[in-house]
């Protein structure tokens, strides 16, 4: 009997702690569809100074039993996290993917990512930050070969400014108090700065009620997304707070109370991407 198949990769030579984990299903002569999947590289949340397991495996497990070969990355955290090294690790493993897209059994033109809070920040930057030269500086690859066909951000940190966690934006700015710090280098990692024609289609979810990441770093986001036409998909819910993951008793037993209306993002979420 075939099983849903892990493997870990290291991806990044100089720091040891950046992997990409690898959900490849079956291939069976029953479901011919898995020979070539959509993919969806996942981006855990934790502040820029750890990954949630809640994010990570769970997510995998969840897009696998809907049609996804999933990746979960393990970023630049802490001291190693100061900006552009995490946008530096999610283009990697997006060239890695593509790079073994025959390997995995995807399709390279279908490749999402999704990130939670920080992890949303990180997605967000890679949906619209993409080009920037220092990527193609420190990576060796074709324009637009790490570009996303997709992004799923929830409960995301966007902005740098007012509406900024401060303590996502303390790691990748690399100082205490980072409020305090030129407006350049905060406006360097607000996403919402960085949205326009070249940005990919985006679903976002929020809570109104989250006070770890106001629900303001979603609507500037998307504000822009608007402006600059790029399709996107906004749901903000009434109720509940901040890192709900998949809002329901698989994830939130013992850690948060679930909630069955916000749990509706997901099957939300799916059907965007998959109409991409």
């Known amino acids: 009997m075939n099983y849903l198949k892990t493997e870990e990769f290291a991806i990044r030579p100089d720091n040891d702690g950046v992997r990409l984990v690898s959900y490849i299903a079956p291939q069976s002569r029953e479901i011919p569809f898995n020979e070539k999947r959509r993919a969806i590289l996942i981006i855990p949340g934790g502040g820029y100074s750890f990954c949630s397991d809640r994010e990570g495996d769970p ?3 969840a897009f696998a039993a809907r049609g996804f070969n999933a990746f979960v990355l393990f970023y630049s955290l802490g001291e190693k996290a100061k900006w552009p090294s995490p946008l530096i690790d999610a283009s990697l493993a ?18 999402f990512t999704i990130g ?6 990180l997605a967000g930057a890679l949906a619209t930050m993409w080009h920037e030269s220092y990527v193609y500086d420190a990576i060796d690859m074709p324009y637009g070969y790490n570009k996303v066909n997709g992004a799923v951000l ?19 700015v690399g100082m205490k108090n980072s409020e305090n710090a030129d407006s350049v280098v905060l406006d360097a990692v607000s996403v919402h700065k960085h949205v326009d024609e070249r940005t990919c289609p985006m679903f976002v979810w929020h809570t109104t009620p989250d006070t770890t990441v106001p ?17 996107f998909e906004l749901h903000v ?4 707070g901040h890192g709900l993951s998949l809002a329901n008793d698989i994830v939130c037993t013992g850690v948060r109370r679930e909630e069955p ?8 979420a799916v059907t965007f991407l998959k109409k991409l």
Request: glycine letters at 6%; charged letters at 25%.
């Open 59 to 61: 997510m995998a497990l």
């Open 94 to 111: 997006v060239k890695f993917i593509r790079d073994n897209a025959e390997k995995f059994k995807i399709d390279a033109d279908k490749l």
């Open 116 to 121: 939670f809070s920080a992890g949303g920040h």
């Open 154 to 172: 929830a409960y995301p940190v966007i902005d740098a400014g007012k509406y900024a966690h401060r303590g996502s934006i303390d790691n990748i």
């Open 215 to 231: 629900v303001q770093n979603s609507l500037m986001l998307c504000q822009n997304l608007a402006d600059n036409k790029i399709p």
């Open 237 to 240: 819910y009434p109720e509940g």
């Open 261 to 268: 209306y916000v749990a509706r993002w997901f099957e939300d």
